[in-house]
Antibody, heavy 119, light 108 residues
Framework: EVQLLESGGGLVQPGGSLRLSCAAS????????MHWVRQAPGKGLEWVSV????????YYADSVKGRFTISRDNSKNTLYLQMNSLRAEDTAVYYC????????????WGQGTLVAVSS | EIVLTQSPGTLSLSLGERATLSCRAS???????LAWYQQKPGQAPRLLIY???SRATGIPDRFSGSGSGTDFTLTISRLEPEDFAVYYC?????????FGQGTKVEIK
């Protein structure tokens, strides 16, 4: 059974940093691109970032480019999101999601972790 | 960046009625790159449809997707109680992924 378990969320002051983790199990983690998608309170889904299985290629939404860094440790089956220079508008539930390329869709999602940026 | 616009924002329908949800792209999207998701309060999204018209594993056949180019549709043939939720379309292309703003299907 595929499981994605996010952790690391919490309350942080504007300008602060936080690192999110997503522990994956039930599939060969190293073979799949992994994403972060966020959802501000009461709002829709916003794609944040992707890391391709090879760890060579990463892409970011313009809203987080230069502030967030996605990475992965295939030996630990874990995805990360380092978030720096946080702003109030980064407040959201952050989901990690597995990308299934042959279906061009997110086939599994974690339960999410809440990041709140406030003074 | 391709913008996806969903309509209507809210759809108020009764049990057993047919729901038709629209997703319009700001430029042409490959059908193979268009997906639909369902999200219930407090839950993560769930994949319903990929490739514009293929149902994901375990999705009932009352859900169907269609469309091409810039206009895509999700249809729920007969609404069941568990279908009242928010629905999102999503596309992928040129190393960018975007979601529509969502359509809420609520009980009338």
């Amino acid at each position: 059974e595929v499981q994605l378990l996010e952790s690391g969320g919490g309350l942080v002051q504007p300008g602060g940093s936080l690192r999110l983790s997503c522990a994956a199990s039930g599939f060969t983690f190293s073979n799949y691109a992994m994403h972060w998608v966020r959802q501000a309170p009461g709002k829709g889904l916003e794609w944040v970032s992707v890391i391709i299985s090879s760890d060579v290629h990463t892409y970011y939404a313009d809203s987080v480019k230069g502030r967030f860094t996605i990475s992965r440790d295939n030996s630990k089956n874990t995805l990360y999101l380092q978030m720096n220079s946080l702003r109030a508008e980064d407040t959201a539930v952050y989901y990690c999601a597995k990308w299934l390329q042959r279906q061009a869709s997110f086939d599994y999602w974690g339960q999410g972790t809440l990041v709140a940026v406030s003074s | 960046e391709i913008v996806l616009t969903q309509s209507p924002g809210t759809l108020s329908l009764s049990l057993g009625e047919r729901a038709t949800l629209s997703c319009r792209a700001s430029q042409s999207v490959s059908s193979s790159s268009l997906a639909w998701y369902q999200q219930k309060p407090g839950q993560a999204p769930r994949l319903l449809i990929y490739g514009a018209s293929s149902r994901a594993t375990g999705i009932p056949d009352r859900f169907s997707g269609s469309g091409s180019g810039t206009d895509f549709t999700l249809t729920i043939s007969r609404l069941e109680p568990e279908d009242f939720a928010v629905y999102y379309c999503q596309q992928y292309g040129s190393s960018q992924w975007t979601f529509g703003q969502g359509t809420k299907v609520e009980i009338k």
